[in-house]
């Protein structure tokens, strides 16, 4: 997958979780994309296939998928994510 943040984020709008993960990115200074998989029904199809993951968000970290929003948040409070935020 080619991402031009470190970080990207597939999200449903109105999704409580989703919007914790952008505002948990935002907080911490961390650069991130966010792709709405609303408008994308055939890609959140093809994801929850791959990824065995039927949920969102869905959360890649330097191209490497690591969940959803309880997998970010561990990896922020851990400092996992210290080396990418701009702050």
């Not at 709008?13 to 935002?26: A, E, N, R, T, V």
């Not at 039927?54 to 994510?81: N, R």
Request: net charge positive; aromatic share 10%; hydrophobic share 40%.
């Amino acid at each position: 997958m080619n991402l031009t943040k470190p970080v990207t984020v597939f999200v449903l709008y109105g999704c409580p979780y989703c919007k914790g993960s952008i505002q948990m990115l935002k907080q911490k200074r961390i650069p991130f994309d966010a792709v709405n998989l609303g408008n994308k029904p055939q890609l959140a199809v093809q994801l929850a296939q791959e990824l065995n993951y039927p949920t969102v968000p869905k959360i890649f970290v330097e191209d490497q998928f690591i969940g959803g929003y309880s997998e970010l948040k561990a990896m922020v409070e851990s400092g996992q994510l210290d080396h990418l935020s701009r702050g």
